[in-house]
Nanobody, 120 residues
Framework: QVQLAESGGGLVQPGGSLRLSCTAS????????MGWYRQAPGKQRESVAT???????NYADSVKGRFAISRDNAKSTVFLQMNSLKPEDTAVYFC??????????????WGQGTQVTVSS
């Protein structure tokens, strides 16, 4: 089993910044991809940013140039630095990790989510 613990959400004014963190725990051999997704009220969950084990990143068009994803493999942690936040960034942000467990079985896990609210 793999658990993901997110932190860093909250209320911020438009133009402000937040940094989300997600730390994984469990019998993990390696990560393949870690990422952040979000779901706004009444909308489907969407990918925000992902990062591969090799460091390749991918961003939603709506956050390019404003958000940056990074990871600390030694600490099994992925970060999302969010700058120039807009009201439309308001959503529950979920961490996701895919990889291999000790023993070779694959896993894919979601965090519980952290609320990000951008409002004046």
């Amino acid at each position: 089993q793999v658990q993901l613990a997110e932190s860093g959400g909250g209320l911020v004014q438009p133009g402000g910044s937040l940094r989300l963190s997600c730390t994984a725990s469990g019998s993990i051999l390696m990560f393949n991809v870690m990422g952040w997704y979000r779901q706004a009220p009444g909308k489907q969950r969407e990918s925000v940013a992902t990062i591969t084990n090799g460091g390749n990143t991918n961003y939603a068009d709506s956050v390019k140039g404003r958000f940056a994803i990074s990871r600390d493999n030694a600490k099994s942690t992925v970060f999302l630095q969010m700058n120039s936040l807009k009201p439309e960034d308001t959503a529950v942000y979920f961490c996701r990790a895919d990889g291999l467990l000790l023993g070779g079985r694959g896993f894919g896990s979601w965090g519980q989510g952290t609320q990000v609210t951008v409002s004046s």
